[in-house]
């Protein structure tokens, strides 16, 4: 990307309130004050389009730094509120971390709203399956904050069906969320996408983007974030249905071992459904399966009868060759799978 006319890049202080940051946004929203890096960055001025830098690490892990024009950010929060049908003084509540585009998103929706970012009888908020988890099995007052809410999107990882139900049953009007910082976050509500976004079904499943909320581009890489045609090519894979989207995973997520191919997400979620304790599933490279499909729990597990039970519905090739149990499952911040952490203690376990 190359900085026609240099704008400050100022890192958020890691002081700054709430109301601060805010401040702080709604001038670089603005024009009249520096772009914002909502992580530490390793430039100190971007273009003078750029509002705000977001890092993300990509499927690849490599971080990068995601920049955003005032114009796609505002996009994003405008579809949001549309499909909420939100009203100017209505609240949001910020209970993720700013430096994840989620976080981010909730402040430009408090200001294009005219309102303050609220801890309590908030109109709308955004959490990650995680804290959705812990609302409804733990005690305290987030469980009736996200009851008396409008709407609570719910994003960043998949939601188990069940917890989704339960949430519903409960009275919690759950919104599930699909996108990614390279389109402002999410950019497909509930299967459907949002005013001005547009999805297509490339090769292999993946999912392509397009929209008015698609950042610029990556800050100090020459390589374009979308085609010719202005697609972004997620990695994910997905199916439409009358319009409707719906998320299969990730095609990075799928690993090959003894020839057949493995979805990482799918083995988890069909273990999952057990409740007796947590499961996350990685790979790790092997001279002879390609990679090894290992398996961890929260809890203890039958390793015969976990076996048994992924090999009558997935084949013989999705028994997991390792196993370690008792653990605690490793997370990302915003409550996705850190896979590549567990696989580093299967490495060191390795026989």
């Keep these: 990307m190359v900085n026609t006319s240099p704008r400050e890049l100022l890192e958020v202080p890691s002081n700054w309130s709430i109301p601060q940051i805010q401040e702080a946004l709604y001038a ?30 990509g499927s690849s ?5 995601v920049a955003l024009t005032a114009h796609a950010a505002q996009a994003s929060a405008a ?26 998103n ?43 809410a409008q709407a609570v999107l719910v994003g960043g990882a998949a939601i188990d069906p069940d917890l989704l139900r339960r949430a519903k049953d409960s009275g919690i009007n759950v919104i599930t969320t699909y996108g990614m910082s390279e389109m402002s976050g999410g950019c497909v509500y509930n299967g459907q996408p949002l005013h001005g976004v547009e999805v297509e079904i490339r090769e292999e499943g993946r999912i392509a983007l397009r929209g008015p909320m698609q950042a610029h581009g990556y800050l100090g890489s020459q390589l374009p974030l979308a085609d010719l045609d202005g697609w972004f090519l997620t990695n994910d894979a997905g199916h439409l249905d009358d319009g409707k989207l719906t998320v299969l995973g990730r095609i990075d997520d799928l690993i090959i071992s003894g020839g057949e191919k493995i979805s990482l997400s799918s083995i988890d979620a069909f273990l999952n459904k057990m409740k007796q ?14 990679q090894q499909l290992c398996l961890a729990s929260s809890g203890e597990m039958d390793n015969n009868e976990i076996s ?10 999705a028994v997991p060759k390792l196993f370690l149990e008792n653990i605690e499952l490793p997370f990302t911040s915003i409550g996705k799978p850190d896979r590549l952490t567990l696989s580093r203690k299967f490495e060191m376990i390795r026989p």
């Design 28 to 57: 670089a929203l603005q024009g009249v004050g520096p772009a914002l890096a909502f992580a530490p960055s390793q430039f100190n001025s971007v273009d003078s389009s750029i509002a705000i830098v977001i890092p993300t690490s």
């Design 61 to 65: 892990g490599a971080p990068k730094e």
């Design 79 to 104: 579809a949001s509120h549309q499909f909420l049908d939100a009203k100017a003084g209505q609240s949001w509540s910020l209970l993720l971390p700013t430096n994840h585009i989620a976080g981010v």
């Design 106 to 148: 909730v402040l430009v929706r408090a200001i294009e709203l005219g309102s303050s970012i609220t801890e309590r009888n908030f109109d709308y908020t955004s959490i990650v399956p995680t804290q959705l988890f812990r609302a409804m099995n733990e005690a305290g007052d987030l469980l009736g904050e996200l009851q008396n």
């Design 277 to 290: 304790s947590s499961f996350m599933s990685c790979a790790i490279a092997d001279l002879e399966w390609g």
């Design 308 to 317: 048994k039970s992924l090999r009558q519905n997935f084949g013989n090739h």
